[in-house]
């Protein structure tokens, strides 16, 4: 895959602007077509993912998106990945269970297992246009817990840090944790976009403690600043992405 098949976007920064692709400043972005990336996590009633590892699969089901061959170049989810790229970056998560979660996996898209985690990713779709097999799914009810304290990042490896003083559910920041990778997918160069992805994509999400955070958000590498649409203030920093090749 060479770098002219990876969708990219001049409005990435560092730290990411106000007007960046998830910011809340009105900008040519808007007057696009608008477009959402669904993402799906299975959660059956007795046996629900982590929280931090359906965080942590929602962002390499992200990551897996971007770099498939179908969504590049010319294959068939490329136009929808360019045109929702085009616009504002909207990740939506729902939740599914049983024969809802059986129905959507029958729909073209990509499956990623975490430890205890799965979440199906599917190609854009515009925001008033989901298929039929999703639009009933359910986006609250994705409050997950950890029923032990996750492990440390591992040293070495990319870290998506949320941001300590912000209360988002399970599938906000599962959406969050999406656009950090996709932050940190789009600065990488293009030898390791190919080393990450050879490796299977691994991350770690952990919340920062306060005086990580106020460092991580003043050290030049990507910040997702939310555009305010659900449950937090527009302009909020919520994910810093911490990829070993973008340190200063």
């Not at 808007?30 to 993912?49: F, G, N, R, S, T």
């Not at 269970?97 to 990509?110: F, K």
């Not at 691994?202 to 659900?230: E, I, K, N, Q």
């Amino acid at each position: 895959m060479s770098s002219e098949d990876i969708p990219e976007s001049p409005a990435v920064s560092r730290p990411s602007a106000a007007d960046g692709p998830f910011g809340s400043r009105r900008t040519d972005r808007d007057e696009a077509p608008q477009y959402v990336l669904p993402l799906v996590v299975h959660i059956e009633k007795a046996a629900p993912p982590a929280r931090t590892d359906a965080l942590r699969t929602a962002a390499r089901a992200v990551l897996v998106m971007l770099s498939d061959e179908r969504s590049v170049g010319e294959g068939e989810w490329a136009r929808a990945m360019r045109d929702w790229q085009d616009a504002r970056i909207r990740k939506v998560v729902r939740r599914a269970r049983g024969a809802e979660w059986r129905r959507a996996s029958g729909l073209p898209g990509i499956t990623v297992t975490g430890e205890s985690a799965e979440v199906r990713v599917f190609p854009p779709v515009p925001l008033d246009g989901w298929p039929k097999e999703l639009v009933k799914l359910q986006v609250s009810g994705t409050d997950l817990d950890d029923p032990e304290p996750p492990p440390a990042p591992v040293p070495g490896e990319p870290v998506l840090w949320l941001n300590p003083e912000l209360d988002m559910s399970a599938g906000k920041a599962m959406a969050q944790a999406g656009h950090g990778a996709q932050l940190a997918w789009w600065e990488l160069s293009e030898t390791d976009r190919k080393a990450w992805r050879e490796a299977g994509f691994p991350l770690s999400v952990a919340a920062a403690d306060p005086d990580r955070w106020r460092g991580l958000t003043a050290g030049g590498l990507p910040v997702v600043r939310d555009a305010g649409f659900t449950e937090i203030a527009p302009g909020s920093c919520t994910v810093v992405a911490d990829h070993p090749a973008l340190r200063n």
